[in-house]
Protein backbone atom coordinates (compact mmCIF):
# COMPACT_ATOMS: atom_id res chain seq x y z
CA UNK A 1 0.00 0.00 0.00
CA UNK A 2 1.29 3.63 -0.95
CA UNK A 3 0.25 6.45 0.86
CA UNK A 4 0.79 10.02 -0.61
CA UNK A 5 0.47 12.84 1.38
CA UNK A 6 -0.43 16.24 -0.28
CA UNK A 7 -1.25 19.79 1.30
CA UNK A 8 -4.74 20.79 0.07
CA UNK A 9 -6.79 24.42 0.33
CA UNK A 10 -10.29 24.09 1.89
CA UNK A 11 -11.99 27.14 0.93
CA UNK A 12 -16.07 27.49 0.88
CA UNK A 13 -16.83 28.82 -2.48
CA UNK A 14 -20.23 30.38 -4.07
CA UNK A 15 -23.54 29.76 -2.68
CA UNK A 16 -22.11 27.47 -0.26
CA UNK A 17 -19.83 24.60 -1.99
CA UNK A 18 -17.11 23.22 -0.81
CA UNK A 19 -13.81 24.07 -3.26
CA UNK A 20 -11.10 21.83 -2.94
CA UNK A 21 -7.43 22.09 -4.70
CA UNK A 22 -3.87 21.62 -3.98
CA UNK A 23 -1.88 24.29 -2.64
CA UNK A 24 0.65 25.47 -5.25
CA UNK A 25 3.84 27.07 -3.58
CA UNK A 26 4.31 29.14 -7.25
CA UNK A 27 0.82 30.67 -7.72
CA UNK A 28 -0.03 34.48 -6.30
CA UNK A 29 -2.42 35.17 -3.75
CA UNK A 30 -5.47 35.54 -4.21
CA UNK A 31 -6.94 39.12 -4.69
CA UNK A 32 -8.50 40.51 -2.09
CA UNK A 33 -12.10 41.08 -2.18
CA UNK A 34 -13.67 44.50 -2.35
CA UNK A 35 -15.09 45.82 0.89
CA UNK A 36 -17.61 47.59 -1.01
CA UNK A 37 -19.80 47.65 -4.29
CA UNK A 38 -22.13 49.45 -6.83
CA UNK A 39 -25.43 49.35 -5.50
CA UNK A 40 -27.94 47.40 -7.97
CA UNK A 41 -29.92 49.94 -8.18
CA UNK A 42 -27.17 51.92 -10.32
CA UNK A 43 -26.62 49.14 -12.06
CA UNK A 44 -30.16 48.50 -13.33
CA UNK A 45 -30.68 51.96 -14.06
CA UNK A 46 -27.22 51.31 -16.20
CA UNK A 47 -28.76 48.52 -17.77
CA UNK A 48 -32.31 49.98 -18.47
CA UNK A 49 -30.07 52.70 -20.60
CA UNK A 50 -28.01 50.53 -22.15
CA UNK A 51 -31.47 48.12 -23.10
CA UNK A 52 -33.14 51.66 -24.20
CA UNK A 53 -30.40 52.49 -26.52
CA UNK A 54 -30.40 48.87 -28.33
CA UNK A 55 -34.39 49.13 -29.34
CA UNK A 56 -33.29 52.85 -30.31
CA UNK A 57 -30.62 52.01 -32.62
CA UNK A 58 -32.00 48.75 -33.98
CA UNK A 59 -29.96 46.35 -32.19
CA UNK A 60 -32.73 44.67 -30.48
CA UNK A 61 -36.24 44.83 -31.94
CA UNK A 62 -38.32 44.97 -28.25
CA UNK A 63 -38.18 44.18 -24.79
CA UNK A 64 -38.97 40.52 -25.59
CA UNK A 65 -36.22 39.90 -27.33
CA UNK A 66 -34.12 41.64 -24.88
CA UNK A 67 -35.50 39.43 -21.92
CA UNK A 68 -34.26 36.55 -24.24
CA UNK A 69 -30.77 37.51 -24.51
CA UNK A 70 -31.14 39.05 -21.01
CA UNK A 71 -32.44 35.19 -19.42
CA UNK A 72 -35.08 37.18 -17.62
CA UNK A 73 -38.91 37.35 -18.21
CA UNK A 74 -40.52 40.04 -20.14
CA UNK A 75 -42.54 41.63 -17.10
CA UNK A 76 -39.01 41.73 -15.30
CA UNK A 77 -37.35 43.68 -18.35
CA UNK A 78 -40.27 46.03 -18.15
CA UNK A 79 -39.73 46.56 -14.70
CA UNK A 80 -35.83 47.43 -15.61
CA UNK A 81 -37.43 49.24 -18.43
CA UNK A 82 -39.45 51.57 -16.92
CA UNK A 83 -36.64 53.08 -14.85
CA UNK A 84 -36.19 54.60 -17.74
CA UNK A 85 -39.49 56.63 -17.07
CA UNK A 86 -37.36 58.68 -14.35
CA UNK A 87 -36.89 62.13 -14.58
CA UNK A 88 -33.53 62.42 -15.99
CA UNK A 89 -31.98 64.25 -12.36
CA UNK A 90 -32.80 61.34 -10.72
CA UNK A 91 -31.33 58.98 -12.93
CA UNK A 92 -28.00 60.50 -12.66
CA UNK A 93 -28.39 60.30 -8.92
CA UNK A 94 -28.85 56.57 -8.82
CA UNK A 95 -25.84 56.39 -11.16
CA UNK A 96 -23.89 58.46 -9.24
CA UNK A 97 -24.79 56.22 -5.65
CA UNK A 98 -21.70 55.53 -3.62
CA UNK A 99 -20.67 52.51 -3.47
CA UNK A 100 -21.89 50.54 -0.25
CA UNK A 101 -21.11 47.58 2.18
CA UNK A 102 -24.17 46.15 3.71
CA UNK A 103 -27.67 45.77 2.02
CA UNK A 104 -28.36 48.65 -0.14
CA UNK A 105 -30.88 51.38 1.04
CA UNK A 106 -32.67 52.36 -2.21
CA UNK A 107 -34.48 49.58 -3.86
CA UNK A 108 -35.77 48.96 -7.13
CA UNK A 109 -39.09 48.28 -5.75
CA UNK A 110 -39.67 51.46 -4.27
CA UNK A 111 -38.76 53.09 -7.05
CA UNK A 112 -41.97 51.82 -9.04
CA UNK A 113 -44.74 53.78 -7.91
CA UNK A 114 -42.29 56.87 -8.61
CA UNK A 115 -41.32 55.73 -11.94
CA UNK A 116 -44.93 55.15 -13.00
CA UNK A 117 -46.05 58.76 -11.73
CA UNK A 118 -46.54 60.75 -15.29
CA UNK A 119 -45.11 63.76 -13.99
CA UNK A 120 -41.70 64.33 -12.90
CA UNK A 121 -42.42 67.22 -10.21
CA UNK A 122 -44.14 63.92 -8.86
CA UNK A 123 -41.43 61.91 -8.94
CA UNK A 124 -38.98 64.54 -7.57
CA UNK A 125 -41.38 65.02 -4.67
CA UNK A 126 -41.86 61.34 -4.33
CA UNK A 127 -37.78 60.65 -4.46
CA UNK A 128 -37.23 63.92 -2.39
CA UNK A 129 -39.55 61.90 0.50
CA UNK A 130 -37.85 58.51 0.11
CA UNK A 131 -34.05 60.35 -0.12
CA UNK A 132 -34.86 62.38 2.91
CA UNK A 133 -36.12 59.48 5.10
CA UNK A 134 -33.08 57.12 4.23
CA UNK A 135 -30.84 59.96 4.96
CA UNK A 136 -32.30 60.47 8.44
CA UNK A 137 -32.29 56.57 9.12
CA UNK A 138 -28.30 56.49 8.24
CA UNK A 139 -27.77 59.29 10.47
CA UNK A 140 -29.37 57.49 13.76
CA UNK A 141 -32.61 59.70 13.81
CA UNK A 142 -35.22 57.25 15.48
CA UNK A 143 -38.47 59.55 14.31
CA UNK A 144 -38.82 61.21 10.70
CA UNK A 145 -40.44 64.41 11.07
CA UNK A 146 -43.11 64.52 7.67
CA UNK A 147 -43.42 68.03 6.53
Not at 27 to 47: D, F, G, H, N, W
Request: charged fraction near 25%; aromatic fraction near 4%.
Amino acid sequence: MVTIKRKMNVSIASRGRIAIRPIDPNAEPPRPRPTSKVPRISKLMALAIRFNEMIRTGEASDMIELARCGHVTQPRMSQIMALNQLAPDIQELLLNLPATKGKPEIHEKRLRPIAAMLHWEDQRAAWKQIYCVLRYQSEGFEEVVHK
